[in-house]
Every structure is written in C-alpha cells, then in structure tokens.
C-alpha cells in the first residue's frame, strides 16, 4: 500500500519533526511511504526506503494542482498531512482528484488563539473553509481536549481520533555537570512567551542570585528578549542559543525544565524533557501539558502568563517536584504511536 505523508515544510522541531518521525517507522510496516514536502525548506534525514517529493512553492495553497497530479499519478491508498494550511490543501486536492482514498487530516495546534494576530475576514474565512474540511475528512490530533474543542466548535458529528505524540529524541545517560537551572526550548515567538519566563526569572534572581537559565530557540521575537535581558542586566544569567539537534546533551546539563507557552496542541519539548528525567514546569495552556503532567500529578502548571506565581515556582527545591514516571510515557513510543496510526489506515469503515 501507498502512503502520502505531507508537510508544509520541514523544520527542527514542532508537528512537521513528529511527521518525519512517523514516516520513518511505516516504513517497518506493509507501507511504500512518499514523504510530500509543499514549500522549499532545509534539508533532512530520511529513511532509505521513503520517496521524497519536494514541491518548492513559495506558499502552501500554491501546492493545490501539483498535489492533485501526483495523487493521480501514484494513487496512494492514504493521505496524511498536519497543520491546518496543509490540510486544506490535501482536502481541496482530494476533492479534484478522481482517485479515491483515505483522507487522514491532522490538526496539531491551538487553531483558535493561533490566528489571534489576523484579521478579522482573514479569520472568517480560513474557518469557513476549515469547518468544512474537518467535519468531512477523519480528522486527527495528538490530544483529547484539542479533539474535544474542535468538536465542539466546529459541530463536528464524526468521532475525531486523538493519538498522542511519539518520543522521537533516544534516551542517552550523559552524567554532565548541572550548569543550567532551568531550561526552555522554542521559538522566539509570541506564542512561547519568553517575556513571561524572563520576568519570573528576574524575580527570582532577587532571591537567589546564582540562578541560570538557558533558552534554545530562534524566531522573529529574538530582539525584543535580547532587549528585555539587557536592559534588566541578566546578560550573565540569560544563555540564548540557536536551535540544535544535540537536545539531550542541554538537558541533562540542565535542572529543570520549563514550558512557559501561550498555547500548544501537544509540545513535544515536554516528552523530550520527561525522557531525560527532568522535572518539568508548564503554564497550563491550551492544549497539552494538563495531559502530559497527568492532571497536574507530575510537574507544577502555572496560570499561563502568571510570571509571579512562575518564580514562585521556581525558587522551590526541584528535587520536591515529581517527574513523569515512564510507565505513563508508555504509549508515546514511537513504535506504539505509529502502530495506532497503522491500524487506524488499515480500518475499512473510515
């Protein structure tokens, strides 16, 4: 059987990284899997036994027809894609295409707070035509309280699947000096709210002056946290670097994690970080960490932009906070994930 698995664009992190992931392991299964890259991006590493197809087009919905073609010339049984953009794509395609085929649409973000930033007929619009598209594909996403929000928002009478993220980093005991207290990794964007962490952290440096936190991360509001940290003279506590593919080396030179996030669908930064053994802290946003904290169990949620109740937190003994027991990351393997995925295609009533 044929899989189409497309992305946008591929990227270090986020839900393009879980994609490739998951390419990689069907390709274990009774798949010939076709990896569809829509817009020109860096390059990656691939399974062998996975055909890439780059398109190169400056935007997404530019990928419509080049879409439609290739699904009429390798008739793949399924079609996978994530983010919202693509996954219009794909349904548009889909309706153009006179091959017919399971459809799988995956919605991996908060749509609802992601388009803030728009305005308000751009908003309209895209949610028209996304309404349409979720309430007549099977829709996927990696959390049960994002599949129950759209459901509800979008009057979707369809049972939506919700399979969780896959542990993609390996587990590597590196016994390293801690040099970090904390540590956050994500883009430098508004939704990741840097401003938040930083804020606690000074706060918390009025108590504890030998603290450090690193940030690893790149985007468009890097300036503006270079600004801040200056201006408030954290220089020699602050460390920001670029992204990298060494993660679990700046983990386990690291105390504790941090997720000081507006909104998610299911950060992966948290399995990544649970994988390592850190204690984990999170703002409590929409949608993810509730879940992966196990309610609250493990971790400590904070009010998402409560930079006080955060350094709070922060200045308490993190040897107390409970990290995530592996067993509860049982179904975040890889292997797991991709086998409810490879059932799921294998249905013959979806």
């Given amino acids: 059987k044929k899989i189409f698995i497309i992305i946008p664009k591929y990227k270090i992190g986020g839900a393009e990284k879980v994609m490739v992931g998951i390419a990689n392991e069907l390709t274990k299964h009774n798949f010939k899997v076709f990896l569809i890259i829509l817009v020109r991006s860096e390059r990656l590493s691939l399974n062998k036994n996975i055909k890439l197809i780059n398109f190169g087009t400056k935007k997404v919905l ?91 928002r979008f009057k979707i009478k369809k049972k939506i699947y919700s399979l969780p993220n896959p542990i993609l980093i390996k587990k590597v005991k590196l016994n390293l000096k801690k040099k970090f207290d904390f540590i956050n990794i994500g883009s430098l964007t508004d939704q990741k709210d840097h401003l938040t962490l930083l804020k606690a952290f000074k706060y918390a440096i009025k108590k504890n002056k030998n603290l450090k936190l690193l940030i690893i991360g790149q985007g468009n509001q890097k300036k503006k946290l270079f600004r801040y940290i200056y201006e408030n003279d954290l220089n020699n506590k602050v460390t920001i670097l670029k992204n990298t593919n060494d993660i679990n080396k700046y983990l386990s030179l690291s105390k504790t994690f941090i997720l000081s996030s507006k909104y998610e669908g299911y950060p992966n930064v948290l399995l990544d970080a649970a994988t390592n053994k850190l204690p984990i802290i999170s703002s409590n946003c929409k949608f993810g960490p509730y879940e992966i904290l196990g309610e609250g ?23 107390l906070i409970k990290i995530i027991p592996d067993n509860r990351l049982r179904d975040n393997k890889i292997e797991n994930v991709v086998n409810k995925y490879y059932q799921l295609f294998l249905k013959t009533n979806v």
Avoid: W
């Avoid at 904070?302 to 040897?319: A, E, N």
């Fill in 62 to 152: 530019g990928s419509i027809l080049k879409l439609k073609k290739i699904i009429d010339k390798f008739k793949p049984e399924v079609c996978l894609s994530t983010i919202s953009h693509t996954n219009i794509a794909l349904f548009i395609a889909s309706k153009l295409t006179n091959h017919k085929c399971k459809i799988f649409l995956r919605e991996s973000n908060n749509i609802f707070q992601s388009l803030d930033n728009y305005n308000f007929l751009y908003k309209f619009i895209f949610f028209q035509v996304i309404k349409v598209a979720y309430r007549n594909s099977n829709l996927i996403t990696p959390s049960t309280s994002l599949s129950k929000e759209l459901k509800k």
């Fill in 297 to 319: 169990k493990f971790g400590k949620l904070f009010k998402v932009g409560d930079s006080k109740s955060l350094s709070r937190i922060m200045l308490q003994d993190y040897k």
